[in-house]
């Protein structure tokens, strides 16, 4: 069975730092690229952070410089710094979990959520 645990949210002031963790089980963690994902109230589900299984990364403008995304294979989990942290950061952030597979398919799995306030 598999599960990503997310952790480390919670309600923070502008301008300061959470940790979130994602703990993967049930999977070959070091063959799948990692993600995070944040969806607030109304918007669509958009990308935050990604790393692959080689580790190279990639954010969108609105995070980078902000955020880092960081993964220790030994420990089965991925995590996301986020720093300098804004209201419009608010949101669900999920973990998720991707592998592509022969003939085109994926194993794609997401994470419970986790919620990130930012509020003075």
């Known amino acids: 069975q598999v599960q990503l645990v997310g952790s480390g949210g919670g309600l923070v002031q502008p301008g300061g730092s959470l940790r979130l963790s994602c703990a993967a089980s049930?999977?070959?963690?070091?063959?799948?690229?990692m993600a995070w994902y944040r969806q607030a109230p109304e918007k669509q589900r958009e990308l935050v952070a990604a790393i692959t299984n080689f580790g190279t990364t990639n954010y969108p403008e609105s995070v980078k410089g902000r955020f880092t995304i960081s993964r220790v294979n030994t420990k089965n989990t991925v995590y996301l710094q986020m720093n300098n942290l804004k209201p419009e950061d608010t949101a669900v952030y999920y973990c998720n979990a991707k592998r592509g597979l022969s003939g085109g398919r994926y194993n794609d799995y997401w994470g419970q959520g986790t919620q990130v306030t930012v509020s003075s």
């Open positions: 049930g999977i070959s963690f070091s063959f799948y690229a």
